[in-house]
C-alpha cells in the first residue's frame, strides 16, 4: 500500500489522484457490469426497458474509457481489486433485474445518487490541484445526474422496496470506494467539510 503522506508528513496529493482514477475507472466497470446484466434479464422480462438501460451503459462505457486514458500520465493504474467490482456488479445487477423494473431503477438511483455525492467531493479536491481532471470529472458527472433523474422520473412506487434498497446498494457502493481508495474517500469528505466552514 502506497504510503499517503509524503515526506514532509503532509497528504500526498498526488497519492490522492491517482486513487481517485483507480477508484472511478472500477466504479465505471462495475457499472457496465450492472448495466449487463440488467439488460441480459430485462430482454427476457421487460425488453421496453432494455434501450434506455443500453444508453446508460454506453456512457458507462465510455466514461471507463476516459478514466483509463486519464492514468498514465498521473502514474496510476487499475485498480487490484476490479474483479471484486466486476462480480459485485453483475450479482447486484441480476438481482435488481430479478426483483423487477422499478427495483432495477432504485438500483439506478442508489449507485447514482452515491457516486454523485463522491464526484462532489472529488471536484472540490481536484479544482486547485488537477484542473484537466477537474473538468473530465464534471463532464462525466452531468451524464450520471441524467441517469439519476432518468431512475427516478422511472419508478412507478416508493413503497417497501425503496425504502429497504436504496440504502442497503448505496451503503454497499460506499464500501466499495472506501475500499478502493485506502479511505481517502472519507478524507476528501472530511476535508470538503472543513473547507466549507471557513
Not at 486513487?19 to 462495475?30: C, M, P, S, T
Not at 440488467?38 to 430482454?43: E, F
Request: with cysteine.
Amino acid at each position: 500500500m502506497d504510503n499517503p503522506l509524503n515526506k514532509t508528513g503532509k497528504r500526498d496529493g498526488a497519492l490522492t489522484v491517482r486513487r481517485i482514477l483507480k477508484v472511478n475507472h472500477a466504479g465505471e466497470f462495475g457499472a457496465i457490469r450492472i448495466y449487463g446484466a440488467q439488460i441480459w434479464m430485462a430482454r427476457r422480462l421487460f425488453p421496453d426497458i432494455v434501450p434506455a438501460l443500453c444508453a446508460m451503459r454506453d456512457d458507462e462505457i465510455e466514461h471507463c474509457r476516459l478514466f483509463r486514458d486519464a492514468m498514465p500520465t498521473r502514474d496510476a493504474k487499475p485498480c487490484r481489486v476490479m474483479a471484486f467490482w466486476s462480480l459485485g456488479g453483475y450479482v447486484l445487477g441480476f438481482l435488481t433485474a430479478l426483483g423487477g423494473r422499478n427495483m432495477v431503477w432504485i438500483c439506478t438511483e442508489a449507485v447514482e445518487s452515491t457516486v454523485h455525492r463522491h464526484l462532489e467531493d472529488q471536484l472540490a479536491f481536484l479544482e486547485t490541484r488537477d484542473p484537466q481532471l477537474h473538468g473530465l470529472i464534471a463532464s462525466i458527472q452531468e451524464e450520471e445526474l441524467a441517469h439519476l433523474r432518468k431512475a427516478e422520473k422511472n419508478q412507478t412506487r416508493r413503497g417497501v422496496g425503496h425504502a429497504l434498497l436504496l440504502p442497503v446498494v448505496a451503503a454497499l457502493t460506499d464500501l466499495m470506494i472506501w475500499l478502493s481508495t485506502w479511505g481517502d474517500s472519507s478524507w476528501m469528505r472530511a476535508e470538503m467539510a472543513r473547507s466549507r466552514r471557513v
